[in-house]
């Protein structure tokens, strides 16, 4: 079965840090690429992140490299979000999402991605 539930969002300053989990069943985690994506009101949900459960490469988008990291808990089926240096343009809705393997071009593509978790609120203040 799978399963995605994100925690760990809030309000931060611009420049803090926040971590997200993403909470998977262990056959999401065994079997799936994990996806995080954001969608601010009015934008299109954007991916930012990308890996394989388990443990494997990660990708990120232009906006966020250097600022966020994936990190994994293998026993707890579990992925996370580290993000750095916030800015109020990092304020979305955050979600984690679970796809099969794709080619490059279609790492950070919401249509990619079988299954999503219900998100978790981020909001940056200057």
């Known amino acids: 079965q799978v399963q995605l539930v994100e925690s760990g969002g809030g309000s931060v300053q611009a420049g803090g840090s926040l971590r997200l989990s993403c909470a998977t069943s262990q056959y999401t985690y065994s079997n799936y690429y994990i996806g995080w994506f954001r969608q601010a009101p009015g934008k299109e949900r954007e991916g930012v992140a990308r890996t394989l459960g388990g443990g494997g490469s990660t990708f990120y988008a232009d906006s966020v490299q250097g600022r966020f990291t994936i990190s994994q808990d293998n026993a707890k089926n579990t992925l996370y979000l580290q993000m750095n240096s916030l800015k109020p343009e990092d304020t979305a809705l955050y979600y984690c999402?679970?796809?099969?393997?794709?080619?490059?071009?279609?790492?950070?593509?919401?249509?990619?991605?079988?299954?999503w978790g219900q998100g978790t609120q981020v909001t940056v203040a200057s």
């Open positions: 999402a679970a796809g099969p393997w794709v080619t490059s071009r279609e790492y950070f593509r919401p249509a990619s991605y079988n299954y």
